[in-house]
Each structure stands twice: as structure tokens, then as C-alpha cells.
């Protein structure tokens, strides 16, 4: 169960940088001055780095060591499992892309309007549910 926890807080932690992380961009878009455009610089560089990219980290470690110690033999061939595995790696590639677009602001190369960044910030809440539904109710 010691796993299980880690894993859950290491998720959490990742989620709340996927949540913010794509909020800050919506002002970053927005923002027209130095002083803010580099503020939120710092500040998506810290949450990508510091916060975002050691949860997912550790949420794919705990993960992995949870499906070698028990998971893969128990549910290997649970349809549901491949389900949550396949959103998960679509998560990994949202992930990626936001590291693209922290980038892209570090360099001024934004590309996107904030109404673009707001819809963007919606996936990785439709994964959630999604990936908590799938490993809760674990349907047939």
C-alpha cells in the first residue's frame, strides 16, 4: 500500500503542475510587458522543472514498480489496464509539448493566442477522469 500512496501523491503532483502550468501560459499570451513576460518565464520554468517534470517522474516509477511487482500479473490482459496505460502515454506526450511551449516562451517564439492556451488546458482534465475511472472501477 506504501506504493500505492507514493504513486497517488507523485500523480498529484503531476497533475497540479498540468493544470497550472497550461493556466499560466493563457496569462503569458496575454501579457504585453517585460516585467510580466519575464515573471512567467521563471515561473514556468520552475513549475515544468522543479515541480511538473519530478512528479511525472516518480508517478511513472512507482507505476512501473507497482505493475513488475503486481499489477502486470494480476491485470496484464485487462483491457482496462492497456486503457489507463495508453492515456498515460498521451499524458507523457502533453508533458513533452509543454516543455516545447516553456520553451517557446523563454525564446519569445509563442505561436498561440490564450483562447488556444485555454482550450489546451482542458486535456489534461478529460485524462483524469478518464485514467481514475479506468483504475477504480477496473471495467470488464
Do not use: Q
Request: glycine fraction near 8%.
Amino acid at each position: 500500500m506504501w506504493l500505492k500512496a507514493w504513486h497517488l501523491i507523485a500523480m498529484v503532483t503531476w497533475f497540479a503542475g498540468l493544470f497550472y502550468l497550461p493556466r499560466l501560459f493563457v496569462y503569458h499570451a496575454m501579457s504585453d510587458d517585460t516585467i510580466s513576460n519575464e515573471r512567467f518565464k521563471v515561473m514556468e520554468r520552475k513549475l515544468y522543472y522543479g515541480i511538473t517534470t519530478p512528479g511525472m517522474v516518480l508517478t511513472l516509477v512507482f507505476g512501473v514498480w507497482m505493475l513488475a511487482d503486481y499489477g502486470w500479473a494480476a491485470y496484464g490482459g485487462a483491457l482496462w489496464l492497456h486503457l489507463k496505460l495508453g492515456l498515460v502515454a498521451l499524458l507523457v506526450g502533453y508533458h513533452l509539448y509543454c516543455g516545447k511551449l516553456v520553451a517557446d516562451f523563454k525564446h519569445d517564439r509563442n505561436r498561440h493566442g490564450h483562447v488556444w492556451y485555454r482550450w489546451f488546458n482542458e486535456a489534461p482534465v478529460l485524462a483524469l477522469i478518464a485514467i481514475v475511472l479506468l483504475a477504480v472501477l477496473r471495467p470488464a
